[in-house]
């Protein structure tokens, strides 16, 4: 039997079929899941979640969304190395990570990932006009290429800690 959709995982499964709606079938693989868990994937593939927020009224978005977003380029490379995380502004989940991400102009994408007691560590933000040609995607490449030589320290540290004189998963 099929399990219902969290709250979260149904605003995430409204968010892409809107988008889809709008923009085509053409997009970065957006989970169809609550933030918690794209952030839950992210860490288990040891990869860094990016976080788009979707603001539909705002004038750059389909600008953003159609010349940069889902551009095939940019839509290979965030495919290959990114668990990806979309909200709307008007949805709930998308409201409440814009706040948590201090995301104060649109379009808005960030990297994070999940540190220790449920917390979210952002490590990239990317927003406005920087997203509205191709730095948006030299921000995310420059990024990547700045944490890859400490990419498996990022995460070993995040996934163990040392407890009782051995390594223990938290």
């Not at 968010?15 to 709606?21: A, D, G, K, L, N």
């Not at 940069?68 to 190395?81: G, H, R």
Request: glycine letters at 4%.
């Amino acid at each position: 039997s099929v399990l219902p959709l969290s709250q979260g995982g149904a605003e995430a499964d409204d968010f892409v079929r809107t988008f889809e709606r709008e923009y085509g079938h053409h997009h970065p693989e957006f989970q169809r899941s609550s933030f918690l868990d794209a952030l839950r994937k992210a860490n288990d593939e040891f990869m860094f979640l990016l976080v788009y927020i979707h603001s539909p009224d705002h004038e750059h978005t389909p600008l953003f969304v159609q010349q940069t977003l889902c551009t095939d380029f940019v839509v290979d490379f965030i495919n290959n190395n990114f668990v990806v995380w979309g909200g709307s502004i008007r949805a709930n989940e998308g409201f409440r990570m814009s706040n948590t991400l201090k995301a104060s102009t649109f379009p808005f994408c960030a990297v994070v990932m999940a540190s220790s007691n449920q917390r979210v560590t952002l490590l990239q933000q990317v927003s406005n006009k920087s997203m509205l040609d191709f730095n948006f995607f030299y921000d995310l490449a420059f990024f990547l290429f700045l944490t890859s030589e400490n990419i498996c320290l990022f995460f070993l540290f995040n996934h163990y800690s040392w407890k009782d004189h051995g390594l223990v998963r938290t």
